[in-house]
């Protein structure tokens, strides 16, 4: 069986018998996606326009042979590895053209097994240098300094909510003020994701001049620009399986929003100056120090991105019965912006970070849905009046302070600083109930 190393993997078969494409075609079609040439300058040219992450070489061909055809790939792009084709009476110069950039050779009569084993190797071998290349890359940043401490209930609060986010594949977006740890944060919950043993990679879009971000995060092709001497990898070809981290997405222009938007939707992308779609698997967290609401009611920030940016995007496998009715009615209330997208990415995150096992209820939804300022601006709830948004207000204020302190009573109180009683009088008057199982009155 073909290791996952050779999922999605391209390989180019240059040949000049038909005979040998064809029965090299048959051992590798179910395994990997395969192109067929039968000359060496062909090869070349299509090598140029797309994408490959093997090359399978016959080692005599009329015109340009074998060698000369290494010679030149290897001109063009290092990190293609070749594996010669021979005759058994040419292993000598199929030897011979390692020194010259070759992998591997085989010999025919082909032996399948042989050519899978050897294929899968030379596969390991190119993820294995593309993770190092990435790591010396990186090694200037502190990778063990990345544990959050903290003993508070507000920080007890985060690291609950990270470990409710990081089981599942969802993107995130992280806010908070520099300097606050978000980018601890994003490590925190891919360390404590199924990714966890793979990259990280951490991106300040603040740090890059903005022409060079678009080549940061798609990497581009040889040529594509004035500098572009050599091939170059983006950041999301280093995380495939791992996290994506972009820090101040704030500052990406409105043209690469839209790229980056296209990624989500598809988790593809292609190369500047490249012709071929690349696919990756990668989780996307990002944060910012700025409000992208608010962006993106300047029209700085495309309202469709920072919907996608706080999707959770797998369907999980949850026991609930439903939305409480005092829940529905402010949904029911909200004017959502973002119509059919904004209501799905909120339930699928009530889903994940829902306090109840069973229910999704007021003290689940977002500050932001409660108090609703352009519904205010548009003139909407202004006739419920001042006493209903103070009831409201309160409501929301003491199920999030019940929350924090695990609906313990006493403890609320305290961090309240009211009496108990007078908190008791409240949730009647709120109509907060004890649903929670959490709940404790000593």
Not at 52 to 67: K, N, R, T
Not at 227 to 247: H, Q
Not at 292 to 319: A, G
Request: proline residues 2%.
């Amino acid at each position: 069986m073909v290791n996952q190393t050779a999922n999605h993997s391209r390989i180019l078969i240059v040949d000049d018998d038909e005979g040998t494409r064809e029965a090299l075609e048959e051992i590798l079609e179910d395994d990997y996606e395969v192109a067929c040439v039968a000359d060496g300058r062909i090869a070349l040219d299509i090598i140029n326009q797309e994408e490959f992450d093997l090359v399978l070489l016959d080692l005599i061909m009329p015109g340009m042979d074998g060698i000369e055809t290494l010679k030149r790939i290897k001109a063009y792009d290092k990190q293609i590895d070749v594996i010669m084709v021979s005759a058994t009476d040419r292993a000598r110069e199929a030897t011979a053209a390692i020194t010259s950039g070759a992998y591997d050779y085989i010999t025919k009569p082909f032996d399948a097994d042989a050519i899978l084993t050897g294929i899968e190797r030379a596969l390991q071998k190119r993820s294995l240098e593309q993770e190092l290349r990435y790591l010396r890359s990186e090694v200037a940043l502190k990778f063990d300094d990345t544990r959050i401490v903290g003993e508070s209930r507000p920080m007890k609060a985060v690291f609950s909510l990270i470990n409710k986010v990081a089981g599942t594949s969802s993107n995130v977006l992280i806010t908070g003020e520099s300097g606050t740890g978000k980018e601890l944060a994003a490590r925190a919950v891919h360390n404590q994701s199924l990714r966890a043993s793979k990259p990280f990679v951490a991106i300040n879009c603040a740090a890059i001049p903005p022409e060079l971000v678009e080549s940061e995060l798609f990497g581009h092709e040889k040529g594509a620009f004035t500098g572009a001497y050599s091939r170059n990898i983006g950041k999301f070809e280093f995380a495939n399986t791992g996290s994506v981290f972009l820090d101040e997405i704030s500052n990406l222009k409105m043209e690469l929003q839209a790229k980056l938007l296209r990624f989500l939707q598809e988790r593809e992308f292609t190369r500047i100056g490249g012709h071929r779609s690349i696919k990756v698997d990668v989780r996307m967290i990002t944060a910012t120090n700025i409000s992208l609401k608010q962006m993106v009611q300047e029209n700085r920030f495309r309202e469709d991105l920072y919907f996608r940016l706080n999707k959770f995007n797998r369907k999980l496998n949850q026991k609930m019965e439903g939305i409480t009715p005092e829940a529905i009615a402010i949904l029911e209330n909200y004017h959502w912006p973002g119509n059919i997208r904004e209501l799905e990415n909120l339930i699928e995150r009530l889903v994940v970070l829902r306090s109840n096992e069973r229910w999704i209820d007021v003290k689940d939804l977002p500050f932001d849905l409660l108090y609703d300022e352009d519904a205010m601006k548009a003139g909407q709830r202004v006739e419920k009046g001042l006493l209903q948004a103070r009831r409201i207000f309160e409501r929301q204020y003491i199920l999030r302070a019940l929350r924090i302190c695990k609906y313990n009573q006493a403890q609320t109180a305290r961090m309240l600083r009211i009496h108990r009683n007078t908190l008791i009088q409240k949730m009647k008057t709120l109509d907060i109930n004890s649903r929670s199982e959490n709940f404790s009155s000593t």
